[in-house]
């Protein structure tokens, strides 16, 4: 695929179909508005591997489970719910699943909000992946069709960007945690359906804790991107004429 971007860059550019101004800083804007879309994906693509929950599970202030979970049973048990998220499953792959006695690990209530949940996830890594597509199909053109360094703009802007929606975001989920989750789910989701007992598996599992080191994670990742984009991409300096 970026081979035969290239060749195709490279054939209108030796065919005299060069990159103006006007549409080289208008791709540089768009570059710049994907930017945080590809940092944020990558954040929640890497929230939703095995690294997260075996770190998480194992830190000292987890809390634990009031209603009988070890940590063996939650690095066990979690796995299911992420791969769901993944996979092409039904629902039947989570409601097949029972406690030692039988009984469904999951209730109707709680089978009802992974599959929105999956819905969800889904829509957004669709979105994700056409971002990644996009960029390196921006970057590709850039490289081969004379605006390189418009396409290195557009990255510095998209990465001070996402640092400023961070922030805010950040700021707002320091001061109101709670409401902030609140409205993340009202969102997406209908009504009060992604309110739970305590006593609900789901909750069992994924705490409120959880959530609040994921949202922390997913900013450091983000962040650490953005940064990197932001200060460490610097203008070249122009090379001096020669006589």
């Not at 570059?31 to 944020?40: C, K, V």
């Not at 996830?121 to 970057?139: C, H």
Request: net charge neutral.
């Amino acid at each position: 695929m970026t081979t035969f971007l290239a060749t195709l860059v490279i054939s209108l550019r030796d065919n005299g179909y060069l990159m103006n101004k006007k549409l080289s800083s208008l791709l540089s804007y768009l570059t710049a508005l994907l930017t945080p879309i590809f940092l944020l994906g990558l954040g929640l693509r890497i929230l939703l591997t095995p690294i997260f929950y075996n770190v998480e599970y194992r830190l000292p202030w987890f809390p634990p489970d009031n209603y009988g979970f070890t940590q063996a049973d939650r690095l066990r048990l979690a796995p299911y719910a992420v791969d769901y998220l993944l996979n092409n499953e039904d629902i039947s792959y989570l409601g097949g699943l029972t406690f030692e006695d039988g009984s469904p690990l999951y209730n109707e209530r709680e089978l009802s909000h992974m599959h929105d949940v999956k819905v969800v996830t889904k829509g957004a890594l669709r979105v994700w992946y056409v971002t990644v597509v996009l960029m390196v199909g921006l970057g590709v053109w850039a490289r081969f069709g004379n605006w390189w360094q418009a396409f290195r703009v557009g990255l510095k802007r998209g990465g001070w960007l996402l640092i400023g929606l961070v922030v805010a975001i950040g700021l707002f989920g320091a001061i109101a945690f709670w409401q902030l989750f609140t409205l993340f789910h009202g969102l997406f989701f209908e009504g009060d359906t992604w309110m739970f007992e305590y006593s609900d598996t789901l909750i069992r599992l994924f705490p409120i804790q959880f959530w609040q080191d994921a949202f922390i994670w997913a900013g450091v990742i983000s962040v650490g991107g953005a940064l990197a984009l932001a200060l460490g991409l610097r203008k070249k300096p122009s090379q001096s004429k020669t006589d």
